[in-house]
């Protein structure tokens, strides 16, 4: 027979043995799981994590996408101007042809008699060259120095080979009337790259804007949500309490049922807002990659800095700082670059070359380079349009036609920006007086709520009244947050504007290789 006690004794213990391990793995997956919020897992534990509104622009400036993409953005723009300034450096190669072997019948005609006869060729060659090539970007030619030494091995119809020796060889070539592209490019190309980090650093505000907008947005959604179930919790009491005063007749029952279908409408309200919390949430998510499971709890910080700001203070950041000014003078650069070449195309063209060296040949390597014999070539090289059927003209024309609208669009683009950073200016500095006021009615509305609970429970306040400033409670907080986002949202737009923290008073330009090491 089986001993019971002994059986209960086992089962007991493999029981609690069976919890113990069940809860430590509970708990490491919650420690693992608040050490990497990143990636996702619906599976996993809900997490809830705060964040203030500067943890969460700190987030979205290292870790989110956005942020990512305006980093490489900029890193192939600062190639490619490292590549620019390369171009500017002497160049130093190493050319060689080796093992070139030739065995075929060649057609050649006897110079004296005429006859054309197949002379049979069988060699092999070998060549090996050093050249040094600066680009002289005032004149737009090129210099080069060459030094070069081949061999020749005949196999027929004796075998022989031969040295041939150029060990210096300097030459010039030289455009006249052309495209100087190198003048151009070294007033384009640095302005160019200017751009580029001026744009990153505009990147990398827009992402804080996007932050800003995220954090406020779930804090609404959040707030709503919150709201609507306060105040369901709310009618239900005073739905209970109106009952018993039916009883007593100090209600009517159409204030009562005018109480049932408030906490019925709170009850829609609480899931409409559960599902936009839910999105906003996801969406705040998104932004700062974090994983699904995690439940952002934004915080409320209501200070905010006592500015004013003066519409010609900031217009002169702006000017000085954003990217708008180097992309007009990019576009009216590019288009006089583009006038100049039109023009150089439509003339005459024409190509100066000078090369000077010493070469020497021998059967023997060592006498390749003894008694060296000088070589001299210069020639000119032109060439000139007679007759085009007028295209030459109508391309510069029409450059120049661009040209003048770079010109005119650019000067339209600083009316429009001008225009912008005074609007921006004066909502700015109007909205610390909307937000103060949606912070004062947002307290009288909340102590107005108040009263109103205290005064329906003695019976003194009607249904209706109580609705009524139960209302104006909730849309005064939903006031007092939006007030405050819009502050934020000024600011940061001002900010990503002028490149200019207006609160600290510095340049956010100044801190650019701090943020590309993040």
């Known amino acids: 027979m089986i001993n019971n006690d002994k059986y209960g004794f086992a089962c007991r213990a493999v029981s609690t043995v069976a919890l113990l391990l069940s809860g430590w793995l509970s708990a490491s997956a919650q420690e693992s799981a608040v050490v990497d919020t990143r990636g996702a897992s619906m599976s996993e534990p809900l997490l809830t994590v705060s964040y203030t509104l500067e943890e969460t622009i700190a987030a979205a400036q290292d870790q989110s996408v956005d942020a ?3 980093k490489y953005t900029f890193l192939a723009a600062y190639w490619e101007f490292k590549s620019f300034r390369a171009s500017l450096l002497p160049s130093l190669n190493v050319t060689a042809n080796l093992a070139q072997f030739d065995r075929s019948l060649r057609l050649l005609q006897n110079s004296e008699t005429g006859d054309m006869n197949y002379i049979s060729n069988y060699n092999l060659q070998n060549s090996i060259g050093l050249n040094i090539q600066q680009n002289i970007s005032f004149t737009g030619g090129t210099l080069s120095l060459n030094s070069d030494l081949s061999r020749l091995d005949q196999f027929r119809p004796s075998h022989s080979n031969t040295y041939y020796s150029q060990p210096v060889t300097l030459s010039y070539t030289q455009p006249l009337f052309a495209y100087n592209r190198f003048k151009w490019d070294k007033k384009i190309e640095p302005q160019k790259y200017e751009y580029a980090k001026r744009c990153y650093i505009e990147s990398m505000e827009g992402v804080t804007a996007s932050a800003v907008e995220l ?49 019925l409408n709170d009850s829609l309200s609480i899931n409409t807002g559960k599902t936009a919390l839910r999105e906003s949430q996801l969406a705040f998510n998104s932004l700062l990659r974090l994983r699904e499971n995690v439940d952002v709890d934004p915080v409320l910080d209501t200070d905010i800095p006592n500015l004013m700001l003066d519409y010609r203070e900031v217009i002169d950041r702006a000017v000085h ?28 063209s024409a190509t100066l070359s000078a090369r000077f060296g010493l070469s020497q040949s021998s059967d023997v390597f060592s006498n390749a380079y003894k008694g060296l014999l000088d070589q001299e070539v210069v020639g000119l090289s032109i060439s000139f349009p007679i007759f085009d059927w007028g295209m030459g003209r109508g391309r510069v024309k029409m450059a120049e036609a661009r040209s003048e609208l770079a010109r005119t669009e650019a000067e339209q683009k600083e009316n429009d920006f001008r ?29 107005r709520y108040e009263i109103a609970m205290s005064n329906f429970r003695r019976g003194s306040v009607s249904v209706t009244d109580m609705n009524t400033a139960q209302s104006e409670r909730d849309q005064a907080t939903e006031a007092f947050i939006s007030a405050l986002a819009d502050y934020w949202k000024y600011y940061y737009s001002l900010r990503r504007k002028t490149l200019y923290d207006l609160a600290s008073g510095y340049d956010i330009g100044a801190e650019f290789d701090k943020m590309m090491q993040k």
């Not at 609007?423 to 509305?445: D, G, P, W």
């Open 321 to 348: 700082n954003s990217s708008f000014t180097l992309e007009n003078e990019i576009a009216v650069l590019q288009a006089e670059a583009e006038v100049a070449r039109a023009k150089a195309q439509r003339g005459a």
């Open 68 to 70: 990512m993409i305006a």
């Open 215 to 263: 954090f406020f947005g779930l804090l609404l959604q959040k707030t709503k949500y919150d709201i609507a179930c306060k105040n369901y919790e709310n009618t239900r009491v005073l739905s209970s309490v109106a009952r018993e005063r039916l009883k007593l007749g100090t209600v009517t029952q159409d204030e009562v049922l005018q109480l049932e279908l408030r906490m």
């Open 419 to 447: 225009r912008e950073i005074f609007t921006l200016t004066e909502q700015f500095n109007n909205q610390r007086s909307q937000f103060e006021v949606a912070l004062k009615a947002r307290q009288i509305a909340d102590r």
